[in-house]
Every structure is written in structure tokens, then in C-alpha cells.
């Protein structure tokens, strides 16, 4: 499973530590994108600076998110406890996915659930709660992705996982410069097929 990769869809969560801490999950979970939908930048409080360690892409709308997952065979995978969810330790996933998180209040609503190609939940073992915090949801479901992707385990430092040096921070801030550069080609193809 060599080229398996994990992506995040970031959409409609509401809660700025809510969304750091999700930052901080997919950071430490190796997720080689977060995708923002809607928004240009993000509110990130409690991220504890991985926020600049993840790379970013955005989207307009959940239309291009599904266009740009099924161009690049990436399944997407909602995260919600419906029936016809299936229980992520079953692991039905087959190639790289892009799982998106639901809002802490509602849940996924019918057009971001349109654009998935299946959903999952976390089991529960007793009725105290209805769900989970989103950003414990997306802890459990990143890291247990990362376990059936086989992603190396990341070094213990004394009583810490060992942080990149420089040279992962570099490779990282290149494969931002590349989304960058798709941006501006996809840019400048547009404003040719729609001169003004």
C-alpha cells in the first residue's frame, strides 16, 4: 500500500479549537492534504503549531472536491452514524480517502453526504453520549487509517514523538509551492476560455 495517502475535508466545522485540534490529529497522522472547502484561511486555536506542518488545499465548493477526488481516484468517506454506516474497524477502504468531518451540531448535511462514495462510524459501547467530539472523532479515524495504510510509526523522542527537522518542513513547503503553481495554470486557463 506504497501510495495510500489520507486526506482531511475541512467544511463546515464551527469551533476554532475544534478545528486546531483536528489540524494537530492530521498532522500527527501523516494526512498528506487537508482540504478547506469554502474559506481561504482557517481559525486554528490549539493546533500547537502544527498548522504550518500540514499542507493546504482549497476548494470552492463541494462540486470541485468531488471532481478533483474521482480525477485523482480518491474515495471520499464521510464520518457519521447513520445504518448504512459501516463501523470503521471493519476497514472498508481500498485506495487513498479523503474523510470529511461533520459539524458538531448537525452532522453532515445532504449535499456534503451527495459527494461521498460511503460513510463510517465509530462504534460506542454503552448510552452515555450520543457522539463523539469531532476532533476525538477524526483523532480515531485518521490513526486508524494510518494503522491499515501501514504508515511508519513515527520515532519516541524520551516521552515525545520525534518532531521533522528542517528538511521535512522543506519538502513539505515544496508541495505547497506545487499546489500553489496548479492554481495559478488552472487560473490562467480559465481567464483564457472566459476573456472578459
Known sequence: MEDIKSFLI??????KHNVG???????????FEIWVV???KLASFGNQ?????????NFLGLSEVKDYAEANLIQIIGVEIMETSKSIWTCPFSTSTAFFMGNEGTGMDDAEKEICHGFVYIP????NTESLNVSVAAGIILSHFAHWAGFQESKIQ??????SDKTGIQAMMARAEEIRAERAK???LESLSNPS
Not at 10 to 15: E, L, P, Q, T
Not at 124 to 127: I, K, L
Not at 158 to 163: A, L
Request: glycine letters at 8%.
Open 21 to 31: 485540534s483536528i489540524i494537530r490529529s492530521a498532522a500527527a497522522m501523516n494526512v
Open 10 to 15: 475541512i467544511h463546515n466545522v464551527a469551533k
Open 124 to 127: 460506542q459501547y454503552n448510552s
Open 186 to 188: 488552472k487560473r490562467a
Open 49 to 57: 503549531g502544527t498548522a504550518k506542518r500540514v499542507i493546504y488545499r
Open 38 to 40: 469554502g474559506k481561504r
Open 158 to 163: 524520551g516521552e515525545k514523538f520525534e518532531v
